[in-house]
T-cell receptor
Framework: GQQVMQIPQYQHVQEGEDFTTYCNSS?????IQWYKQRPGGHPVFLIQ?????EVKKQKRLTFQFGEAKKNSSLHITATQTTDVGTYFCAGRGSGTYKYIFGTGTRLKVLA | DSGVTQTPKHLITATGQRVTLRCSPR?????VYWYQQSLDQGLQFLIQYYNGEERAKGNILERFSAQQFPDLHSELNLSSLELGDSALYFCASSVALGGAGSLNTEAFFGQGTRLTVV
């Protein structure tokens, strides 16, 4: 079945450094979503990418969907302590309704 | 506040027991999802309903079942509970189903029900 992996599993950065998490699917995706889960909280929707090669920006966050629609990335520029949490991608395969969540990347930002 | 309500917030029960988790989706959302998150783990998709009908199934155990009622609220039933079933169970809702397209499929998550089996 469809599997979605994320790397790295954990990342510790100094405040002000950049951070990137990568999401890889075993199958081609129709679209991909990104969520953030703060410690002790619930996942919160960040963005959705649909088109091959699509790039979207939200302030310091840049999201990219691969040309083959099998991978995606989230890049945070100049991390802040408020960026702490686990970032999940969630991909929907072609012809399916369900979104499969990636394994997540837990980000810690050291002040 | 996401608009998705889950009850109860916490549940402690013994092995072998049966529990029911309840979810009220956001007003207007027709699609409801259930996810299981074990300690420090990712989100495992369990099942999805749309307007009362089951539309997608994940790695849901046979001991687990769910349904979505005419008023669109959903319940997840967990029976013959085992220690390994201890986890955070999230319900999420979205406007659309996500089959024909991608519009309005972003999911809004509830606060979760933390189930502890002892």
């Amino acid at each position: 079945g469809q599997q979605v992996m994320q790397i790295p599993q954990y990342q510790h950065v100094q405040e002000g450094e950049d951070f990137t998490t990568y999401c890889n699917s075993s199958t081609t995706l129709s679209n991909i979503q990104w969520y953030k889960q703060r410690p002790g909280g619930h996942p919160v929707f960040l963005i959705q990418l649909v088109k091959s090669g699509e790039v979207k920006k939200q302030k310091r966050l840049t999201f990219q969907f691969g040309e083959a629609k099998k991978n995606s990335s989230l890049h945070i520029t100049a991390t802040q302590t408020t960026d702490v949490g686990t970032y999940f991608c969630a991909g929907r395969g072609s012809g399916t309704y369900k979104y499969i969540f990636g394994t997540g990347t837990r980000l810690k930002v050291l002040a | 506040d996401s608009g998705v309500t889950q009850t109860p917030k916490h549940l402690i029960t013994a092995t072998g027991q049966r529990v029911t988790l309840r979810c009220s989706p956001r007003s207007g959302d027709l699609s409801v999802y259930w996810y299981q998150q074990s300690l420090d783990q990712g989100l495992q998709f369990l099942i999805q309903y749309y307007n009362g009908e089951e539309r997608a199934k994940g790695n849901i155990l046979e001991r687990f079942s769910a349904q979505q009622f005419p008023d669109l609220h959903s319940e997840l039933n967990l029976s013959s509970l085992e220690l390994g079933d201890s986890a955070l169970y999230f319900c999420a809702s979205s406007v659309a189903l996500g089959g024909a397209g991608s519009l309005n499929t972003e999911a809004f998550f509830g606060q979760g029900t933390r189930l502890t089996v002892v």
